[in-house]
Every structure is written in structure tokens, then in C-alpha cells.
């Protein structure tokens, strides 16, 4: 099974790769058509996301005896990781929602987003024209009023890359992007391909988001003690495929920064290191690639 289709698939890669170098327009088009969905999903669904996002802390009495563990370097102590609590609230929600409105395939993959699926649709296609499907994979990054920053930490497995494939043995390989910050620069692995090719033929370039929810932190009156983490706005991030990153039109060298060093020790395997992605430097490229909802 590894190498059945292999052949066919470089073949069909090649030809996909080369009309998206020459024509990036195209990916930059399907990445706004996408987070447009994605926008108007969280208008039509704000009251529900908001309900069952605050139910976590309504049922606190059912949980407190067993809190998820604090994360992060010298945790306060006086909120809790709501990760989980976003994942389980807008993946769920925007499955259905891609379900109802695109044809999918929840194709499977070793390791990626947090949700991922393919959509197809013939308006996916009028933009891509070679074809009606992209590959979607969402991160939810919950954050609480300490730690909205505005960038998101990504790892290798959530980042595609230059997608370099000569010899069909040879398989997808990508040259190390360059993280930048001020003191430090590292490499970091981002390991996807800009481009799938399936069995069936099917064509899926990547499209990249974050969906950052973040809650506030209720104090009981005249003392510093959280009685509750509601809602308080949604960030969304549209992060280039690696084909614009690295190749056309090249975002990672025409915005040094774009990605700087995570928050991994240096001696962390250099293939698992992550690297934070600069929502400021993602609002240069196009006002639209971030969006921030405030929840009523």
C-alpha cells in the first residue's frame, strides 16, 4: 500500500505544485475563502459556542476534586488550562458545519491540526480551477487574559512547508524555515506538504488556521479567587501554505520574524521544536489573515 499509488501521485504533485508556484493567487484566494467560512460559522454560532464554551465552569462542582494539571513555566495557580474545553467546543461545532456545506473527507494522516478534513465543493474549484478541494487543518489554542499574546506556538506538525519532491522514492521533503527572533534564530522543521495528492486522484493543497478562544477570569467579589472562565473573544489566524511561505511569494523572507523561537529547550529534539507565529507580521501580509470577535 505505502508505494501503490506513488507514481501517480508525484506525477499528479508535480503538475499541482508547479500551477500554484506560478500561480499563488490562486492558494492566497481559497486561504480568504476559507477563513471567511470559518468567520461566518462563529456569526451563526456565537450563541451556542458562548453557551456550552461557559458551561465548563458552571460545572465546576463535578470536576474540582479532579482539575486538569497547570501547564506552562510557574503557573500562578488561580485559573485552569481550558484547552480541552475549546477543542471539544469548536471542533465538534465546525465538523457539522463542513458537513452541512461542503462534500468530506475525513481522510486520515500519522499527525497534524487538532481538526482536519478535506472539503470539496464546485466553488472551491472555480477558485483553484485544477480543483474542488483543500485540505483544512485547524489548531485551537485556548488562552486565558495573561497569555493572549498575539502570536500562537506551532509545531512542525501544523506548518507546511517548501514541499520539495524530485525522485518518486525520494517522498515529500522540506527545507528548514528560518524562526528569527532578536537574541536567537533556529531552524524549525515544519514537516506537512503544501500540497496531497490521494489515491483517488484528488488534489488537496493545505490551508492553515489557529482558532484562539480567549476566556476571562471572574474574581469573587473583594478577593483574588476565580469562580469562573467565560468566553470572552475568539481570535482567528490564517497561516500562508508552504508555498507561499518559501517559494511565491516568499512571506518568510519578505517578513523576517514571521516566525521567531518558541518556548521549547534548546535541547528538545530539533524535529519537535515549535515556533511561534507573529499575528502582527500576518496582519501586514493582508489586513483579513486576522480577525478578532468580541462574544456578547
Known sequence: MFTEHAESQHAAYKRAYDFFQQEPQRLIEVEMFVMNEIIHFIDIHEPEIKRDYNEASYLYSFWKNYPPLDRGRAPVG????WLEVGEQVFGNKLQRHFNANFSVKDTGLPSGADDRCIISSERIRQILEI??????????KSAGPRDDFDHAVMSPYQISGS??????DDGIKNNPIKAQGRRVTHNFYCSLSPVYVL???????LVTFAIKPVYDMLKESGTDRTIGQPLAKIKLASIPNGILLTQNPNYNKKYPGLFFPGKDEHT???RKTRARISFCLLKDIA???IKEIIVK
Open 163 to 168: 514541499g520539495n519532491w524530485s525522485k518518486v
Open 268 to 270: 528538545k529534539d530539533k
Open 287 to 289: 489586513d483579513w489573515r
Open 131 to 140: 480543483t474542488d478541494s483543500v485540505w483544512v487543518f485547524i489548531d485551537i
Open 199 to 205: 489515491s483517488d486522484g484528488t488534489v488537496a493543497p
Open 78 to 81: 488561580d485559573q485552569y488550562p
